[in-house]
């Protein structure tokens, strides 16, 4: 390989190697000097800090067998065809998701091939897998032919093919042969109820389902218009089939993403929560066994309630029932963090982006942060805005990562570009005040704060996010009126403050302290 190739990833070849030390070891070789570590001490730390707890053995991780599902190509210049290969693919995946002996790469990360270009090698080595499917859809009235291939990537040869020719109405029993014959082919086992939930059909209302899909490809757009057409087209698909279990859990889910992730838009997190419960419960009365419901239940105990028992235990089902669910794994990390127990959230975000390559690596650079691992959460930061430099959450978070490491002209920079990228967006423009106030630009704080006051007047602004600039700018008592406004409100992010890094100025004020005590974190 020459020398101005970028290092092999180790585990590739060696998966039991910590993700930890593959990361050390591609630092080490890194091509320019300057990303390089700066002496073998340092390089021997980082390695250091990969290990498991003082006293605690070795134990390599199992090498399950994996595949990536490829967005089925549509056959058909229909764009309604398109949207219905495209179920397929998300709905193939969601299935064996639910095979705790196997690696499933998550949707997010295989619907980014859609439009490929590479090679299945390439993808596959992208995508950290020894196996692709790949197939392709064709519907002609009430018919449906679907091809589906499953291919070793490495040796470039077929695992096992077939070819459906069946009645529309047959699709869900189709997806569920092919996530089986997947399992088979990998000799994946397979417990008896994850037989049962294979074979179960979500509807038997296609007109429900296809409105469902509508829903998904608007949601998936990850904007705040984009959850809320998403939004309408899931409760469309509930008026037209009242007991679509999974349609209620994607209301549930927008509405979360709405109050916890989104977070920057004008709606009110607490009108939010309250949808998005209500929602859930529904849910789990028609399918108390739908690992999708069990986390979504489980990010809000955690978010909305801070019931972290109960929370912990709703993740701890969620992942029972759907081991290969990338976000249950991301949000229980969440919880995690917010407790303290960093070394066990970044493991959980770690094993989010396996499963999820192409996302939650600003939630592991966060987490990184947060536990005061700076330069791992730097180099992490480094990869996500590389994938995708106009992501702006991980722009802010590379933006945060170069501060706390110790640049933060830098930083700033990056939290600008956040801004650029995300208009309008209050939680990046709140940390960007933030950053400002805590690196003298006092004159610049002073306008973001005025410019949030200003927007306050037109539409909700969160309080949580003017508690960031109150924070920069040194004003500890206005920092934690916003925060206990936030607490009434159920306003941002309150149930990671006690280990957030942006709230570390005020962590001895008596009014955090009397905060975390009404959060449980006390």
């Excluded at 679907?146 to 020719?165: G, S």
């Excluded at 000799?187 to 109820?193: I, K, V």
């Excluded at 802010?396 to 309008?424: H, K, S």
């Amino acid at each position: 390989r020459r020398f101005t190739e970028p290092a092999p990833r180790i585990r590739r070849v060696r998966p039991e190697v910590p993700a930890g030390v593959e990361a050390a070891l591609l630092r080490a070789l890194a091509r320019a000097p300057e990303e390089r570590f700066p002496s073998a001490a340092a390089f021997a730390a980082a390695l250091a800090g990969t290990s498991a707890a003082p006293g605690a053995p070795a134990r390599p991780e199992p090498r399950l067998p994996s595949v990536a599902v490829l967005p089925f190509v549509s056959l058909s210049t229909d764009a309604d065809n398109e949207l219905f290969a495209d179920g397929i693919t998300e709905d193939v995946i969601a299935q064996l998701s639910k095979i705790r002996t196997l690696k499933v790469i998550s949707r997010s990360s295989a619907m980014a091939f859609k439009n490929r270009e590479q090679s299945l090698r390439e993808i596959a080595e992208t995508l950290e897998v020894a196996t692709l499917l790949q197939g392709s859809v064709r519907r002609a009235g009430q018919r449906v032919r679907i091809v589906a291939q499953l291919i070793d990537a490495e040796a470039d040869r077929h695992l096992w093919a077939e070819t459906y020719d069946r009645d529309l109405t047959d699709i869900f029993a189709i997806q569920s042969d092919v996530a089986l014959q997947i399992a088979a082919a990998l000799r994946a086992e397979l417990t008896s109820d994850e037989r049962t939930r294979i074979h179960r059909e979500p509807t038997s209302n296609l007109h429900a389902y296809r409105l469902y899909l509508q829903g998904r490809r608007w949601y998936s757009r990850y904007t705040e218009e984009g959850i809320w057409k998403g939004i309408e087209y899931f409760r469309q698909a509930i008026a037209a089939d009242p007991s679509f279990a999974l349609a209620y859990v994607s209301v549930a889910l927008a509405y979360a993403e709405l109050a916890v992730g989104q977070g920057g838009g004008p709606t009110r997190e607490a009108q939010a929560y309250g949808e998005a419960m209500a929602a859930i419960e529904r849910a789990l009365a028609l399918d108390d066994r739908s690992g999708e419901a069990h986390a979504v239940l489980a990010l809000l105990k955690c978010a909305h309630d801070f019931d972290w028992a109960a929370a912990e235990r709703e993740f701890k089902l969620a992942l029972e029932l759907s081991p290969g669910a990338a976000d249950a794994y991301d949000h229980y990390g969440w919880l995690c963090s917010a407790l303290g127990r960093f070394d066990e959230a970044v493991e959980l975000a770690r094993r989010a982006q396996e499963l999820d390559p192409l996302m939650h690596r600003s939630d592991v650079a966060t987490t990184l942060i947060r536990a005061g691992r700076y330069d791992e959460a730097l180099e992490s930061a480094l990869r996500a805005v590389e994938f995708d430099p106009d992501y702006a959450r991980g722009r802010a978070t590379l933006g945060w990562a170069y501060v706390m490491a110790g640049q933060p002209d830098t930083g700033i920079a990056e939290l600008e570009r956040a801004v650029e990228l995300a208009p309008g967006n209050t939680l990046y423009l709140g940390q960007l005040g933030e950053a400002y106030g805590l690196h003298g630009r006092v004159d610049d704080a002073r306008r973001i704060q005025a410019q949030l006051e200003e927007l306050a007047e037109q539409r909700y602004v969160s309080p949580y996010h003017l508690a960031y600039v109150h924070v920069g700018l040194g004003e500890q008592d206005r920092a934690m009126d916003m925060l206990e406004r936030a607490y009434q409100e159920h306003a941002g992010s309150l149930y990671g403050i006690r280990g957030s890094f942006l709230f570390a100025p005020l962590r001895e004020h008596p009014r955090f302290i009397a905060l975390l005590k009404r959060i449980n974190l006390a």
